[in-house]
């Protein structure tokens, strides 16, 4: 039909089962950008008043706030022996919606690409494409 929007090339669905490996969470240095409603969650979190929060873990750059990581680019609170995450249940939505972010949706190649680094992308459980949709709209990554 004229005027109707291709759909996406996932449009039958993507698999994800979180393996609980950490990579998404370390790597090259990157950005977690984070909102005041998400630094207050994970300052309640791990038991601190907002500001201090903020002057211990956020960064300000020209496109907002992000979390800080360590020198060799994994997050902050990556716990590095258990390689989990000291504030999952407060978790940023860019955490959150991993691997439905816009730059691993744009090309089966880049879907393959993150397929590669995440053990868990393209196994596990079917999302349909309107749950792809949902993470993906939550935040452009």
């Known amino acids: 039909m004229a ?17 609980g490996c950490g990579d998404c969470c ?4 990157g950005f977690v950008w984070v909102e005041p409603e998400e630094i207050a969650a994970m300052a309640e979190k791990m038991e601190m008043p907002v500001p201090e929060f903020e002057d211990k873990f956020v960064r300000e750059e020209s496109e907002g706030k992000s979390l800080i990581e360590y020198p060799d680019g994994d997050c902050i609170f990556l716990e590095p022996e258990t390689r989990k995450c000291i504030v999952y249940e407060a978790r940023p ?14 090309s089966k190649r880049a879907w393959k690409e993150t397929c590669d680094v995440c053990p868990g992308s393209g196994v596990g ?17």
């Open 3 to 19: 005027g109707r929007s291709a759909k996406p090339w996932y449009h039958e669905g993507l698999r994800f089962e979180c393996s």
């Open 26 to 29: 370390s790597g090259e240095p």
């Open 93 to 106: 939505v860019q955490c959150r919606t991993w691997p439905f972010w816009n730059s691993n949706l744009t």
């Open 125 to 141: 459980k079917l999302y349909s494409l309107e749950q792809i949709e949902a993470r993906r709209k939550e935040k452009d990554v």
